[in-house]
């Protein structure tokens, strides 16, 4: 019974891939600091802000979640070796809580990816202000816009690794929920089954006391007989 | 006096925190693509009265608080047309792909609540 339910080691497998999706995402992202130190230098603090949050940001996300791997691995091993259904179910819901909330923090309307769209928005304004602007010699200007193109595209990596994530958890979540919409049915096949097995109990005591009855009734002679 | 005031208030303190955390954590997720991806086709979408972002690559995962969403589109006299309803239950997504190539556009449901899929217009995680 438990076979299909835990045996495919392909769930596994992608669950290792996603925690290895976010691990890329996450050192993809990582640049963006060194390029931002760089860029510190040069530029008012003020003008930094939107960018230096969202690597901020990426940087707190990477630190929530130090064992997010080791956790998904020992959850998904325990699932394989499990044969205890609501075991199996709450395993699957904690890993829910897991995946959900780190889907959370990329979704499209989640903090990362707003903060993300915010500092892409902010650094390309920037570039388009420094690419008219009058105040600097021509070689400063040209260093200056060369730093925020450097940032922008530096931004953009970490934005599509943030959508690569967020497509991998979305995709781990729904084979989540797959499974548990699988353990569910289950269960209902073992309600149906023990249904059945109780029908069946009562069919044969009711065959038995009809039996008995039979023979109570075949037993009855009229008197003179 | 006074400690019974800054009992109260911690205790107000923790009740609005925990609210919150309860908020947070009732949450799931809504998965909305467009077919085809090209975006200048797509008229604005909105989730209840929300207007959405204009979907990158014709896809956009959302958090959701838990309960039913209405998805509707920007008809054009500026008015909304109700698409479909997403029902959003706790760290689970519900998947919705709108053919915007109809007219007008339509929802599909990647799972729904009834047993016709074609014609359901609520979709479930």
Redesign the interface.
Same mark, same amino acid.
């Given at each position: 019974m438990t076979g299909p339910m835990f045996g495919p080691r392909d769930g596994l497998r992608s669950l290792v891939l996603v925690w290895a999706a976010l691990a890329f995402f996450v050192v993809a992202a990582a640049p963006v600091r060194p390029a931002l130190a760089q860029v510190q230098q040069t530029l008012p603090s003020d003008a930094i802000t939107p960018v230096e949050e969202y690597a901020r940001q990426v940087e707190q996300l990477k630190k929530s979640y130090p064992d997010l791997a080791k956790r998904i691995e020992d959850s998904a091993k325990t699932i394989d070796e499990v044969t205890d259904v609501d075991k199996a179910r709450k395993e699957i819901e904690d890993l829910r809580e897991i995946v959900g909330n780190m889907l959370g923090a990329v979704s499209d309307n989640g903090t990362v990816s707003q903060l993300g769209a915010k500092a892409l928005a902010h650094a390309r304004g920037k570039l388009r202000t420094l690419e008219h602007e009058q105040r600097f010699k021509q070689e400063e200007r040209q260093f200056l816009v060369d730093l925020w193109r450097k940032l922008i595209t530096e931004t953009e990596h970490a934005t599509d690794d943030l959508d690569t994530a967020r497509k991998e958890f979305a995709e781990l979540l729904r084979t989540l929920q797959t499974r548990e919409d699988f353990i569910d049915e289950l269960m209902q096949v073992r309600r149906a089954a023990e249904a059945i097995r109780v029908i069946r109990e009562l069919t044969k005591e009711i065959r038995d006391a009809s039996d008995k009855l039979k023979s109570l009734i075949n037993g009855i002679k009229p008197p003179g007989v | 006096m006074v400690g019974a005031v800054w009992r109260f208030a911690g205790a107000s303190f923790a009740a609005l925190a925990l609210s919150a955390c309860n908020f947070e954590s009732d949450?799931?997720?809504i998965?909305i693509k467009t077919v085809p991806i090209s975006l200048a086709t797509v008229p604005p979408l909105y989730l209840g009265s929300e207007k959405l972002?204009t979907l *990158? *690559?014709g896809?956009?995962?959302?958090?959701q608080r838990v309960g039913t969403a209405r998805l509707q589109i920007e008809a054009g006299n500026g008015s909304l047309a109700p698409l479909c309803d997403l029902v959003v239950k *706790?760290?689970?997504?519900t998947?919705v792909t709108i053919s915007v190539v109809e007219r007008p556009p339509r929802c599909q449901c990647r799972n729904t609540a009834g047993p016709d899929r074609a014609q359901s217009r609520t979709c479930i995680?």
């Open positions: - | 949450t799931g997720f998965e972002d *990158k *690559k896809n956009a995962v959302l958090r *706790k760290n689970r997504i998947t995680s």
